[in-house]
């Protein structure tokens, strides 16, 4: 009798079980007609059900959220979105359980690939639903950041018309603000010694000086104290290099640059008795203006002196740069501000902006408007597009010139005048226009200033000499004659900073510094492209030959108008010159002297005319002229 091997059971049985195992997958894998398989959850991260589950989910909360206006909107904006930013797809819609006829013999391997044909399809399906829902998110979050939310965000709004946000103080707010925010309002008493600060590209770092001599650069970030100096001189003014680890002073007799350590680097002699620093960080230019008048730059890369030039109007004490073309802007004692470039010795445009010596001086972020402060105590806006003011002037209030001026990233207006300080928002807009019933002789596009300010701050006992925003923050710094204070003027800071721009990245660290600082000097860019129109640089100008033959041209023609004048002018001048000359009266005597052979000659003509008018065709001809008149016409030229 013979007996079973176990192994070979098992064996078989084993194969039994992978058999139906995988002729399971196979029937699953064919009768999935929703796509929900493996390789479409793993790539996508959405099935089909999760994908029109989403779907109707996003639908569902459109609904329930959206006013039916908005919502109008919003289909736009997905229709628009979904037509811009997808590409058309060919799908192929096969179902799955597509019968094959028992009359049509098929082998096995036609039959598997009819299947996995099938598969395919269902998981291309499948993919494209999903990527279908992802757009559709990605369309309503764009819709919802780009068209509904349409408020202005980070400023103090009044509930009513009796609330007044300038009469909210920095204890109150910071009450309410985060306890991140709240840190940055604090008042710092130094001494009767009278502070100025400003702060760097990336408002991490600010440079504290006083007139006696005392520096110190402080992390607002840490409210920690870097780096502290007592120079025993007195310092006018300070500024940042292309790093917070340079920084430049106008001391009393010069400038001096020093390290984040305090250590001293260079001395510039050729900046004599200096009042005011500006450094252009994309030339690599230290300017600097002073008691002599002298508008000086000096590059701090390769340690040259520019140029310099001499403004002609005496001492100068306000001085700012223009972000956008990095023109300089100088205010004077005679009410005039001059713009200045290195390549021209003469200044670019003169403005006349106050009938006093102007004080401060502001040029917003986009280089488009400007503000200056005078003695008179008005504070004026001005379009630099036009050169010409764009409304009327503000008044401070206590009447008191204004000692510094700033303009926030948002365009918010900061003034100090005496020991408070003012911010107006939306300074730089029109205003809407007037009505018939307002008064006759104000023009419906006329400029009008903000009729309330938007915030305001006193420093009791203390007047402010320095009002400079922190960037990227909400923050504005004053320098008082009796330290420093912070304050949080919300909505002033826009938080768009550019990591990979050299200097502008508060969170840098050593590394970072390093490389930034290379690349700014590789694209550093030399003096002479520093125009008014900074779009000049960049554009194509026509052949040289051809702009030195029309300049030519226009030249010549506006010569010989000149010429013309002049003769036409001469000319009209001889006639009436010397009437009353001896040979002139001898002339006009020989007129009245009877003659014989004159009277026979007038007489002659006189008959002349006569027979001419009135003889006719033959009476009137001569004998040769009747010849001629007689004479066929091919002889008539032999006459």
Known sequence: MGRKHPTSTNTETTTNDQTKTKQKQNDTRRMDETGDTIDVARGLGLTTAESQQAQSNLQTKIDQTFHPSEKTRFESHVQSYTTDNTHPTTTTTNNNNTSIPEETAISSHQERALRRRATNSTRQS???????????????????????????????????????????????????????????????????????????????????????????????????????????????????????????????????????????????????????????????????????????????????????????????????????????????????VTLFSPATPDPVVKMLCHRGPVQSMAISPDGRYMATGGSDAQVKIWDLRMFKELHRSYGTVNRRPATSLDISATGVLGMAHGNLTTFRKDCFLRAP???????????????????????????????????????????????????????????????????????????????????????????????????????????????VEMMAEAKREVMEEVNDRKNAERNQKRREKRRMRGKNKVGKQLKRKANNVIDGNLVKLREKKRELEERAKHGGDEGGLTESERVKAEAPAALQRFF
């Open 433 to 543: 226009a007037l009505t018939d019933t307002e008064d006759n002789e104000t023009q419906v596009n006329e400029y009008v200033p903000h009729p309330q300010a938007y915030m305001s701050h006193s420093t009791p006992g203390r007047t402010i000499s320095t009002l400079r925003f922190r960037p990227f923050e909400d923050v504005c710094g004053l320098g008082t004659s009796g330290g420093i204070s912070s304050i949080v003027i919300p909505g002033s800071g826009a938080a768009q900073l550019d990591s990979t721009e050299a200097g502008c990245n508060p969170y840098a660290d050593t590394r970072m510094k390093g490389e930034s600082e290379i690349r700014s000097l590789l694209d550093k860019l030399p003096p002479h492209m520093i125009q008014l129109d900074p779009g000049a640089v960049g554009s194509i100008t026509r052949n």
């Open 126 to 336: 499948a993919r494209t639903n999903a990527l279908q829902t992802k757009r559709l998110q990605a369309a309503s979050d764009a819709a919802t950041a780009s068209l509904l939310e349409t408020q202005s965000s980070g400023f103090v709004e009044a509930e009513n018309d009796k609330e007044r946000t300038y009469r909210l103080t920095q204890q109150t707010l910071k009450r309410e603000l985060d306890v991140n925010t709240s840190r940055h309002i604090y008042d710092l008493k130094l001494g009767d010694n009278g502070y100025r600060m400003c702060y760097d590209r990336s408002g991490r770092y600010s440079l504290l000086t006083s007139s006696r001599g005392h520096v110190a650069m402080m992390d607002n970030h840490t409210l920690t104290l870097q780096t502290e100096l007592h120079l025993n001189d007195q310092i006018r003014d300070a500024t940042f290099l292309h790093s917070s680890n340079l920084f430049a002073v106008a001391q009393e007799k010069c400038v001096y640059i020093y390290d984040g350590d305090g250590v001293e680097i260079h001395r510039l002699a050729d900046h004599s008795d200096p009042y005011r620093l500006a450094f252009l960080p994309y030339h690599w230019l230290l300017a600097s203006v002073g008691r002599n008048g002298y508008l000086k730059y000096h590059d701090t890369s390769t340690g040259e002196f520019v140029s310099s030039h001499r403004t002609k109007l005496g001492p100068c004490s306000v001085l700012r740069q223009s972000p956008s073309n990095a023109i300089l802007h100088l205010g004077h004692s005679n009410g005039t």
